[in-house]
Each structure stands twice: as C-alpha cells, then as structure tokens.
C-alpha cells in the first residue's frame, strides 16, 4: 500500500518543505542568496534517472545550488535514511559525479548514514 506523506513546514518565498530541517536549510539560502554569496537556487528539483537509454525513477533532489564560481551544488537535507533513498542516491551519485563542476552534498540531522567511497580506476 502506498501512502503519500503531506508537507508541513513551509517558508516565506518557497513554498513547502518536508521538515524543519529542509525548512531552515532553505532559510538559510535565501539569506545567502540576499547577500549575494550565492547566485540562485532551487528547491525540490526532479531528476531522471536513466541508464542507457532506460527511464527507471525519478529522484526529487532537496536544493540544487548556483555557486558564483559557476559550479552546481546538489544538496539532499536527511533526518533519517531509508533504504530505497540510499539506493536511489547511488544511482544518483554515480550518474552525476563524474559531471565537472557538480558537487553533491547530503546534510543530515544528527548521526546519519555516510555513502561509501567510490573507486578509482
């Protein structure tokens, strides 16, 4: 059975957000997008995830981030890791890493999961 979870918190310019945490964090991006630290951002991006050719899910990245350097930072707030994310954020990792000027970033409340170190060929 599928249920979908409703958003709770929501911020001035934003929108909605899935908790207090991704609440502040967007907070804190506006503030830095006022002074000028950053250059935009966004918040709850869809992402498709294909292989070959293959459509096999979409991933809904938290904030995607403008750096003024002209890199992109791809931001995932998390209070707790569930096993279908981790799967879907190796995909996501292996994917997008290997871009230039992409930076991916996953922010957690409290202790959280640390993804593996990727090998080196």
Not at 25 to 35: D, F, G, H, P, Y
Not at 88 to 99: G, I, M, R
Request: glycine fraction near 6%.
């Amino acid at each position: 059975m599928y249920t979908q979870r409703t958003r709770y918190y929501s911020t001035a310019k934003s929108g909605k957000n899935d908790s207090k945490f991704e609440a502040g964090k967007a907070v804190e991006l506006q503030l830095l997008k006022k002074s000028k630290k950053i250059k935009d951002f966004k918040e709850q991006v869809k992402i498709p995830l294909e292989v070959n050719g293959y459509h096999l899910c979409n991933y809904y990245i938290d904030f995607v981030i403008e750096h003024l350097d002209g890199t992109t930072e791809y931001v995932e707030t998390k209070g707790f890791a569930t096993e279908v994310w981790k799967l879907k954020w190796k995909l996501f990792e292996a994917l997008y890493s290997d871009k230039p000027n992409v930076k991916l970033t996953i922010e957690f409340q409290g202790k959280g999961w640390k993804p593996q170190r990727r090998r080196v060929k």
